[in-house]
């Protein structure tokens, strides 16, 4: 048990993280409600409160170690089921009497409210409640002293000590410093009076065994750092001079409060002095390829598997889902031990790709733990053997040798069920997304660039001193290959053609009714942010598709985020961009922080008022949340989704083009949607287009990524061009290709599309890239209510009118008896005022 345990009962904030490194911290339910709960915490809820069971099973859900509830509400909670071990007693001492045995038997903890400490007294109600632990609250101001706490840990009991009896300072008056209470009860059998200490990692792995003093210990809580006790040299703060500093994460005494053990998060090389991890050997099992992981995250040359498995998402997805369902069909067990440990190499790989080391997956599978409420824990849907296999999007991936082939539908005969899950795309699950860029943006936006550095380092795995670049940018970071150079010219002079085209430059006036005049005219956004995602990736194309509109709208701050690779630069060809469409600042991070960064400015990231730009789904639940923040004051250009394509072919279209522009869409990522509608063709040729696509697929170097595309991809069988077009408006398509005879005749059909792609010798890839038009498109079906991003996206209306007095002799009448109607006079008044004035 522990020595003591604190009570926040008040705003002590300065205590919660020491307090945090030596055991759970006691808050009322009110200041859990109210403010963000310490790592490690009870519930307390006090005698007038009575919260229902909704609000402590979500407190347990959340992560809350214990509740301490009041008796009457204890006997309600143990109805309910909630388990013994999260559920402790609030009891004033003339009432253990009044506790029954099933109440006793169903609580794991006590809280004894007591006016003194009664040794004796105490004793007795640590013997009733013979199972569970006991806590001393007393009504007092002054603060213990440790031997107070001695006595009571003497009978096995703790002190509750208000944090308000608590400091950092040394131990005066009516204060006692956390460390002392902390150390109260240990003992050493050494002469010096150290302490053995285990350091271990934050998972459990021993580092070495160290000595620990009163001095060191206190010093460790205070400031988080690994300071120990050399029996030689005083004093040693861990890394002070080799760099291989320690953050201390919890600080914890052994069941005979003899030792003491040191969880740790360890930097440098290595804890022991001979640069390894461990003064124990080397490190093995998952410890051992966390870290060769994490050093090849950084190191693995280019063109290894391991730095191949982190350059490309999609294969390392296959590899992770390909070892689970090797895992699933063993039988023995040593190819049950085999199969898990090519699934758990993959699975960290993924985890280390995304910055998540074991110690977070085991604190994710301690808070999955005390969760109250559980799943039913049924195999979803697209697990399920009983989906429906035509409709089931989620099918047998196929193997390296099968064919590369879609689904096939009649339109005619499906059902209307099936026709409306036809032009369903996968679910997003947005608010799940948004809950965990949450904390993320929560940190940009009161830390500022501290958490956007910490955030680079973590994510993007670049240490940066600064992530803002602001023009004129040096011109060794624009050199590209005078070809490329060439093709983004020539490209940015077509986009740039198209979109200043589209400035809405005149004002709009119209008269009204004589003598009122009303108008309206368009203004540039002032501040615009703009997400080019990056890395490992290089996208001159989607930083020409935004910048070139807010460029000749005339936004004033034109700020482009995109992260940074691997050295801390950004790519030359971006950067050539940036300079080639005006941007007044270049942020290099990527993810939710950028979104976060631009949509509240910090001292180096100016604030903008919309955000534009495509991304991953952090990228895209980070946009959703900053939207709906009124602190923010930010728009989004659209909701996004994955990138898709629908085709529409007919008797005139090349097999092979079709075949083409169907796995140019493919070979995004395993998530494209592709869709080929046919008019009428006969079986021969639509054999004809499937051979194309399994031929075609097998020479591109994402054919991984396109089987998976394609396997969930479907051809839907129509008789007219009207039918398809109806079906293609329905599903309101990102990219809508039109191979038909007379392809041209048939636009005015279409009511929902992000972009079309007319005739046959129109890919969208020049749309992609260079025809002018613009590649930012709705997706996911919102073409039925969003337009692709173009110049007025960066331009706002302001209307104005101007009434003379003839002009409000004819309409101040008519506005007055409106607003007598509605009952608002001033609004009347307003009128009636002007119009007697101007009579006499």
């Known amino acids: 048990m522990a020595t003591f345990i604190p009570l926040a009962d008040d705003q002590r904030s300065d205590l919660l993280e020491p307090l945090s490194r030596i055991g759970p911290i006691v808050v009322s339910s009110l200041l859990f409600s109210n ?208 760099g291989a500093t320690q953050e201390v994460i919890s600080i914890r005494l052994d069941c005979d409060s003899d030792s003491i053990e040191f969880r740790v998060l360890q930097h440098g ?170 904390p993320i943006v929560d940190e940009v936006r009161s830390r500022g660039d501290a958490a956007l550095l910490e955030f680079t380092a973590k994510f993007d795995k670049v240490q940066l001193a600064s992530t803002v670049i602001f023009p004129p940018f040096a011109p060794e970071t624009m050199q590209i ?36 005049v009303c108008s309206r005219f368009a203004r540039p956004i002032s501040r615009v942010g703009l997400y080019v995602p990056g890395g490992t990736a290089i996208l001159p194309s989607t930083a020409l598709m935004l910048g070139i509109p807010a460029q000749v709208a005339g936004c004033k701050e034109i700020v482009l985020a995109t992260p940074p690779r691997s050295d801390g630069s950004i790519s030359p060809e971006v950067m050539y961009v940036a300079h080639l469409v005006g941007a007044s600042a270049l942020l290099k991070a990527g993810g939710a922080q950028a979104v976060a960064a631009m949509a509240y400015g910090t001292k180096t990231v100016p604030k903008v008022d919309k955000i534009f730009g495509p991304g991953n789904q952090w990228v895209t639940a980070a946009k959703m949340l900053v939207q709906n923040d009124t602190d923010a004051l930010v728009s989004i250009d659209m909701p996004a989704g994955p990138s898709e394509v629908l085709v529409i072919a007919d008797h005139t279209s090349n097999p092979a083009f079709v075949a083409a522009d169907l796995l140019s869409q493919a070979e995004h990522g395993a998530d494209s949607q592709v869709v080929l509608v046919s008019v009428d063709l006969s079986q021969e040729k639509l054999d004809h287009i499937e051979k194309e696509v399994d031929v075609q697929a097998r020479a591109l170097s994402r054919v991984d990524i396109v089987r998976q ?36 005749d048939n636009v005015t059909l279409i009511d929902n599309a992000g972009s079309v792609f007319v005739g046959s010798y129109t890919p969208e890839s020049c749309g992609d890239y260079a025809s002018g038009t613009n590649h930012t498109l709705p997706t996911n079906g919102y073409a039925r209510q969003f337009s692709g991003v173009n110049t007025l996206s960066f331009q706002k209306h302001i209307t104005s009118q101007e009434i003379t007095f003839d002009g409000l002799k004819g309409l101040g009448p008519v506005v007055a008896t409106l607003a007598d109607c509605e009952g608002l006079e001033a609004h009347a008044h307003a009128v009636r005022i002007r119009l007697r004035a101007s009579s006499t």
């Open 35 to 242: 403010h963000p709960p310490p790592k490690r915490c009870y519930v307390g809820v006090d005698d007038n409160s009575s919260p229902n069971l909704e609000e402590v099973v979500s407190w347990l859900d959340r992560g809350v170690e214990k509740v301490i509830v009041p008796l009457t509400c204890a006997k309600e909670l143990i109805a309910a089921g909630i388990p013994s071990d999260r559920l402790y007693l609030l009891l004033d001492v003339g009432n253990v009497s009044a506790v029954s045995d099933t109440v006793r038997n169903s609580v794991s903890g006590v809280f004894l409210k007591t006016p003194t400490i009664d040794l004796d007294l105490v004793s007795s109600v640590s013997k009733f409640f013979s199972s569970s632990a006991i806590y001393v609250l007393p009504e007092t101001t002054s603060a213990p002293t440790t031997s107070t706490i001695r006595e009571l840990q003497s009978i096995g009991a703790a002190l509750v000590i208000p944090t308000s009896q608590l400091t950092l300072a040394p131990t005066s008056g009516n204060y006692i410093n956390i460390g002392d209470a902390f150390l109260a009860s240990i003992v050493s059998d050494r002469s010096d009076g150290f302490f053995p200490t285990i350091v271990s990692t934050v998972t459990g792995h021993s580092l070495g065994l160290v000595y620990s003093s009163t001095e060191s210990i206190r010093e460790s809580i205070i400031t988080g750092k690994g300071v120990y006790q050399s029996r030689r040299h005083g004093l040693w703060r861990k890394g002070e001079t080799s």
């Open 269 to 438: 090389a290595g804890f022991c002095h001979l640069n390894r991890q461990s003064c124990f050997g080397e490190a093995s099992g998952l410890p051992a390829l966390e870290s060769t992981l994490r050093s090849r995250l950084t190191q693995a040359p280019k063109g290894s598997y391991t730095r191949k498995l982190f350059d490309e998402p999609e294969l390392l997805r296959s590899k992770i889902m390909e070892e689970a369902d090797e895992l699933c069909r063993a039988t023995t067990k040593e190819d049950v031990a085999f199969e898990a440990a090519d699934l758990l190499y993959f699975a960290l790989a993924k985890c280390i790709s995304a910055g998540v080391t074991i110690a977070d997956i085991e604190q994710s599978l301690d808070a999955k733990a005390k969760r109250v409420t559980r799943r039913p824990g049924n195999a979803k849907p697209q697990w399920s053997k009983q989906i429906s296999a035509h409709i089931d999007e989620q099918k047998e991936l196929p193997t390296a040798d099968s064919r590369i082939r879609m689904r096939t539908y009649v339109l005619s005969e499906v059902s209307s069920d099936e026709r409306s899950k036809l032009l369903k795309r996968p679910v997003l699950k947005s608010e799940e997304m948004i809950s965990k860029v949450k």
């Open 481 to 516: 290959d005078p070809t490329v150079k060439s093709a983004i010219d020539q490209a940015y002079i077509n986009i740039r053609k198209f979109h200043a085209a589209q400035v809405d430059g005149e004002a709009l006036v119209v008269e009204t009714m004589p003598g009122v």
């Open 709 to 744: 595309s394609i396997a969930k991809s479907i051809i839907v069988k129509t008789s007219s061009v009207e039918e398809a077009i109806a079906f293609s408006n329905d599903y309101a398509p990102e990219h809508l290709i039109l191979h038909l005879k007379n392809a041209r």
